[in-house]
């Protein structure tokens, strides 16, 4: 299936969020990208397929969401360098400056992070949604310092316009002592 979009639903009851996922994958044709708890104590089902059948999910996850509704979004034309991030922690070959974005929401820090990806040559290395987080969630990414530069602007205007930015850093020149704690 190739992925144009990615939906994303937060739930604040675990029970909930799994009756949902299933549904919304059951009615389109879309993949679960990952659909687990966070902390603290939420549930997040992110899908992905093309643009009307994610529209098609999400919707279905918004309305059986009901009063456990927390968050929902929609991204067309999603950033394929996404994917790994979320699913797991990616280690470039070759760590540049390092780029950090840390927002309140987990949903919009994966609008956040598609931007980052977009704005510039960086890579990622992990998206973090919640765990361990107390339900915040964080970005980091690697490039050349003025990509690291342009891409957390990026990042930060979409935060800051949904009013979720905790925090973004920029490290230029990393330690070889940091690189391994990244993973």
């Not at 089902?45 to 279905?60: F, Y």
């Not at 929401?105 to 765990?131: F, T």
Request: proline fraction near 4%.
């Amino acid at each position: 299936m190739m992925s144009k979009a990615v939906g994303i639903v937060e739930f604040v009851s675990v029970a909930r969020g799994i009756y949902a996922a299933d549904q919304m994958v059951k009615v389109a044709d879309v993949e679960i990208v990952t659909a687990t708890s966070t902390c603290p104590g939420k549930y997040m089902a992110i899908v992905h397929g093309d643009v009307a059948a994610v529209k098609n999910s999400v919707s279905v996850g918004e309305r059986l969401a009901d009063e456990y509704f927390v968050d929902s979004m929609i991204i067309p034309n999603v950033s394929p360098a996404l994917f790994p991030a979320i699913t797991g922690a990616v280690m470039p070959e070759k760590i540049e400056a390092i780029g950090i974005m840390e927002s309140f929401s987990q949903a919009s820090m994966i609008l956040a992070a598609d931007a980052i990806l977009k704005a510039a040559k960086v890579e990622a290395i992990e998206l973090r949604l919640g765990n361990g987080l107390g339900g915040k969630a964080f970005f980091t990414f690697t490039g050349a310092v003025g990509a690291v530069e342009a891409s957390i602007k990026a990042g930060t205007a979409v935060a800051e316009e949904r009013g979720i930015l905790v925090n973004a850093e920029i490290i230029p020149s990393p330690s070889k002592h940091l690189i391994p704690t990244l993973l």
